[in-house]
Structure formats: C-alpha cells, structure tokens
C-alpha cells in the first residue's frame, strides 16, 4: 500500500506502546493535581466561609496542604516531564546538527534517570522517618505526603527511559519549533 501514510513506513508497536504510556503517566498527573487543588480549594473555602459566619474554622484545614500541596507538586512535575516542557536550556540543542541533539537529548534523558534514581534512593530515610510522624489534627501519617516524591521522580525515571526508547527508535521528542514549543 502506497501513501503518505507509509511514507515513513512501519510504526513499531512498542514505540506506541512507549507513547501510549507516557500519556498515561501525564494523564495520572493531570488527574492528582486536579483533585488535589479542588480539596485544597474547597477546604479553604469552606474555612474561610465558617471563620467569617461562626467565627471558627476547620482545624483539619490549616493541615490538609501538608498533604495535598506536594501532590499538586507532583503531579505537575510528571505533567512537564511527560509533555518534555521540564525546566530546559535549549540554545545548545538548537545550535546542533540532528545527530548531535540526538546524543544530547540521550544524555540528558539518561542523567534524568540516574538523578531520579538517586533522588528515590537517598530519601529512603526520609521516607521511614515519615511513617513515625502523625499531623495532630488530621491524624493522618506524613509520609503520605512525603510518598508524592517517590510518585514524582518514578515517573520522571519511568518517562526518561521511554523516552530513550523513543529517540533510539527514531523518534523525535517534543516540538522543535520554538513558537509551538514555549509555553510563554
């Protein structure tokens, strides 16, 4: 079959699959910094409402952003890795030729990996101290909190890898345009 739709040919399977799980993973992420800034909006709003009209609020409520702010966090840290639109120098990459941004972009998306990786194993301590800590009001363990970083950098470790398959698969990673690209 001939057409521009073959003109690249065969789409490999397992570089949709490495696609397709790269939205899955910005889709978690836009799905837990949702929920996390309606409950935090909705809790202050209904703080502020019963501090103005009973002159006492929640006290669960001057505690829930311990909670929920490092999920919002979280999820918008796996949202800019999974889109590539991470915190990012690019004149170098731009000033390259085609091969070399190659192996730029491999380089820095394995130092991600071994960063990411490192980041989750040095907090192993933090993390077991976490489990012994309680919020006073809420009663609710730290390291439920604390557990949004290990969300975080896993899926940044898990999307730096697949975006390694991609680039070793001939795919390009993000827009080059850098009208498409900004976000400004």
Do not use: C
Not at 114 to 131: D, E, F, G, Y
Request: hydrophobic share 55%; charged share 10%.
């Amino acid at each position: 079959m001939t057409g521009s739709s073959n003109a690249k040919g065969r789409q490999r399977p397992f570089l949709s699959l490495a696609r397709g799980a790269i939205a899955l993973l910005e889709w978690s992420g836009k799905l837990i910094a949702a929920a996390a800034l309606v409950t935090l909006f909705i809790a202050l709003l209904i703080n502020v409402l019963l501090r103005y009209t009973m002159g006492t609020g929640l006290p669960w409520a001057y505690e829930v952003h311990a909670v929920l702010l490092p999920w919002l966090v979280a999820g918008g840290i796996v949202i800019a890795s999974a889109r590539a639109r991470n915190i990012a120098i690019t004149l170098l990459p731009e000033m390259t030729g085609a091969g070399t941004r190659r192996m730029l972009i491999l380089f820095i998306e394995v130092a991600i990996v071994v960063i990411s990786l490192s980041v989750l194993w040095s907090s192993q301590p933090i993390l077991r101290a976490s489990t012994f800590q309680t919020l006073s009001t809420l009663g609710v363990k730290a390291i439920w909190g604390y557990s949004s970083m290990v969300y975080a950098f896993a899926a940044m470790a898990v999307i730096a890898v697949l975006d390694i398959v991609l680039v070793l698969g001939g795919l390009s990673l993000g827009d080059t345009d850098p009208a498409h690209a900004s976000l400004s």
